[in-house]
């Protein structure tokens, strides 16, 4: 059993993980508006769906008009359940049953610190975006109501 003290120990920890790794990819800028905007949020993969919930939540609660999530594969129970927070879903594969996102990828190692900072610099100054070799994928569009 964890005590409640080494809960808030833990969550304070992760707490301060989290904000350094936000002024690291933010370059300690203040984040974007988002009030009347459309969030697009992207994810490799859904399993339970939590954080993609909290994304969108999140998106929403900052002012996005409209909450797109996109992600190439997912479990469905946990696709639908976005429906809540998602205005749309874009999803190409929901297979049933759903074992793992791994399968799914031919790379899936993850991205770096130093790669997310080089995207977000890219995309902040409008220059193309570094392409790892990764197979197209044409998917359908579909309603949060999946």
């Known amino acids: 059993m964890v005590s409640e003290s ?3 120990a833990v969550t304070r920890e992760q707490g301060e993980l989290l904000r350094r790794s936000v002024a690291r990819y933010r370059h300690d800028q203040p984040c974007r508006a988002l009030a009347g905007a459309t969030a697009v ?11 993609a919930h909290a994304a969108c939540a999140v998106a929403r609660a900052r002012g996005a008009a409209r909450v797109v999530f996109a992600v190439p594969v ?4 946990p696709m639908r359940a976005l429906a809540a927070v998602a205005d ?9 049953p759903f074992g793992s996102i791994r399968p799914w990828y031919l790379d899936f190692a993850e991205v770096t610190d130093l790669e997310v900072c080089a995207l977000l610099d890219s995309a902040a100054e409008n220059q193309p975006v570094p392409r790892r070799s990764v197979p197209s994928v044409t998917g359908i569009v579909g309603a949060a109501g999946i």
Request: hydrophobic share 30%; charged share 20%; aromatic share 4%.
């Open 74 to 77: 997912g479990s469905y129970q």
């Open 41 to 51: 949020i992207v994810d490799d993969g859904l399993a339970t769906g939590a954080s």
């Open 88 to 96: 749309d879903i874009v999803c190409p594969h929901t297979p049933r």
């Open 6 to 8: 080494e809960r808030l």
